[in-house]
């Protein structure tokens, strides 16, 4: 049992060559599954406690027909998998039917892994590969909790079953995870994104002076914000769509979603529509939702005779207005405190 009280799960991917099963093991391993293909049997229950210690608690076994030893005592594996009941371990057996196979490894050009030991050549090698693969694996089989026939299904259909039975929306895989991001149009949309928000169409409040300096954050800016009736006619709007589509975005197995809202500096508008949204949204879908406000230092939009200048000595005035004008270009450094005699004028002791 793993520390939060969570049974580890164990899923054995196996079946006939050419059925899904390396597709598969690459479908768990994007729910969060640590994947291992034709492991030694024997290693494979200290392989699973291994991993568990790592913290590891979704491992995936490939097993293939070569390995016999396995073949030979799914029982017994099965049941040091299982730990006395500690650990969940299911079964996934993938298979299709004989032409389909012939199909598939005529057009990927590669031999059945028994096609050797039928002692034939072309076509009829895998065929006969084939009928002893099957015999070989008709005890796993029969011990399979799933069995999927991928005749007729692509390799996205495949990921879709494996998603909906061990993924986020089966209860046992990690939820998605849901970023809303507010943004300025004006500094580019984020790369990201996934789903763009526009709020251009709001009362900007960068055009009233006193909430000008001032950010979505701000109370001030969030009640001007969220007082307009179209504001608040956008969120519910807003949060009908995202709670219809965050569902079945997690049902089709994807794990990151950016939620970007847009206005046009990033430091008002969609500042404040980002955070109501997450709110609402954590709220709804039962589930943390990560805010990003990416552009709100961006802008600086205070007055210039509001800034806080540094108090200088005496002393270095002298030293910062030449600099200033010697960088701007527009004056040579002034002359040096010792007098010149300008041209024709007499020296001699007053």
Known sequence: MSEGGIRPTVVVVTGL???????????????????VDNLPTLLAPQAVALCERGGMSRVALGIDVRVRAFLGEVGSVLQLLEAG?????????????DERLLHRFSESRRP????????HEGALAVLDGVR???????PLRASATRVIDTTNTSV???????????????GEGPRMVT????????????????????????????????LKPLTGLDEPVAKYVLDAPE??????RARDLLEYVLPKYEREGKSYLTIAIGCTGGRHRSVTVAEALARDLSASAGAPITVLHRDTH??????????VERPSSPDDTHDERSSLLELKGITTPPPSSTAVPQKGARGGRS
């Open 17 to 35: 060559s050419g059925a899904g099963k390396s597709q598969a093991l690459h479908a768990l391993e994007d729910l969060g599954f640590f994947c």
């Open 85 to 97: 009941g500690q650990r969940d371990v299911q079964v996934l057996f993938l298979d299709a039917s």
């Open 112 to 119: 059945h892994p028994l096609s050797a030991e039928s002692g």
């Open 132 to 138: 002893i693969e099957r015999e070989r694996l008709a």
């Open 156 to 170: 996205h259909e495949l990921r879709r079953i494996l998603v909906a039975h061990f993924g986020p929306a089966s």
């Open 179 to 210: 970023r809303i991001v507010s943004f300025g149009f004006k500094y580019g949309t984020p790369v990201d994104a996934d789903l763009v928000l526009d709020v251009r169409f709001l009362e900007n409040p960068y055009f009233v002076p006193e």
């Open 231 to 236: 504001t608040q006619e956008f969120l519910q």
């Open 298 to 307: 961006r802008g600086d939009v205070t007055p210039p005779s509001e800034r």
